[in-house]
């Protein structure tokens, strides 16, 4: 009897544990799915797409918002790795992410909402808020893309100058290189020239076939 007792409350502790084990699981996983962003983002557009009434307007808020503070995450990430000046932009986009945490926790509670009145007349506040951050937003961006043009025209401008002299220096070569194998080519020959005649002198006459007639003797 003790010993089937023994062996029951083991099958129980084994359950306990493995029921422990797979709940610390699932709630690790939905920790991990909430912290990513892309998940977090997909899971509210379905959840928009199911819902109907003022309910779906928050969760479009919640997306809009969720949208937001990505791009301007994005413009302050780039800011902070970039060469050009930063300034206090990534100590404003705190403070902005910080405000549009705050409106993500007024909206998930108004999503909770059960009175359709009370959530329909809280839309109109929240919607001012969500685009207050969005012009925050904005702003910051602008002020990001103002500093990578000025520090791109600035490069590019350099680049352009240091490619017009290397250009310049290489057709002064070229030209200097064809100058001098032009020098060393063989002069080519101006016309043929006639070949030379042996003079004769004038003072001695050549016999004729007539006087060499007569000197023979006469039989």
Avoid: C, Y
Avoid at 55 to 78: C, T
Avoid at 182 to 198: F, L, S, W
């Amino acid at each position: 009897m003790d010993v089937l007792i023994w062996v029951l409350v083991s099958l129980l502790a084994m359950v306990a544990i493995s029921i422990t084990t797979v709940v610390l699981v699932i709630r690790a996983l939905v920790k991990r799915a909430r912290r990513n962003r892309a998940l977090a983002g997909a899971a509210l557009r379905t959840r928009a797409q199911f819902s109907s009434g003022p309910r779906r307007q928050v969760l479009r808020l919640r997306i809009r918002l969720d949208e937001i503070l990505a791009s301007g995450r994005a413009a302050a990430d780039l800011a902070a790795r970039g060469d050009g000046p930063r300034g206090d932009l990534p100590k404003l986009f705190r403070r902005i992410e910080h405000e549009g945490a705050a409106l993500e926790l007024q909206l998930r509670l108004m999503e909770s909402e059960i009175d359709t009145a009370v959530l329909t007349a809280g839309l109109a506040a929240a919607g001012h808020r969500v685009e207050q951050v969005a012009g925050l937003v904005r702003r910051l961006r602008s002020a990001v893309a103002s500093g990578l043009e000025g520090l791109t025209d600035d490069t590019l401008a350099a680049l352009r100058s240091d490619i017009d002299r290397e250009v310049v220096a290489l057709r002064a070569g070229v030209d200097e290189l064809r100058t001098l194998n032009q020098r060393d080519q063989p002069a080519a020959p101006t016309g043929i020239t006639q070949p030379t005649t042996i003079s004769r002198p004038t003072g001695i006459s050549q016999p004729t076939a007539s006087t060499a007639r007569d000197k023979e003797p006469r039989s």
